[in-house]
């Protein structure tokens, strides 16, 4: 009986810890997407000539691998802390801030 209890009260703190951690990780790569979002939106919004735009789309390339360098299950089943440093190098982290 005693085991019975004690492997549930473990599965009930990993649920509780994967619950919370399954919204820290949902809430930051929303932020970081987001932000890349919005830095392409300010190139894209200052293209003018064609090689702009060619800079563009070569640019949203290497930002959307950079997006998808780690999966959403990755970060869920790590135990690194959710920051930028911690995931990407400082190159990639000039676009996603």
Known sequence: M???I????IMLI????FLIR???VY??????????FNYLQKVLDSCVTRQDFDNY???R?????????YSYYQML?????????????????????
């Open 2 to 4: 005693f085991l019975v």
């Open 6 to 9: 004690s492997i549930s009260i």
């Open 14 to 17: 990993f649920s509780f810890y």
């Open 22 to 24: 399954n919204n820290k």
């Open 27 to 36: 809430e930051f790569r929303i932020k970081y997407s987001n932000a890349a």
């Open 57 to 59: 789309y070569v640019l």
């Open 61 to 69: 390339d290497d930002l959307l691998n950079i997006m998808d360098k």
């Open 77 to 97: 089943y790590s135990f690194k802390s959710l920051k930028l440093e911690n995931w990407f190098s400082k190159e990639e982290i000039k676009y996603l801030i």
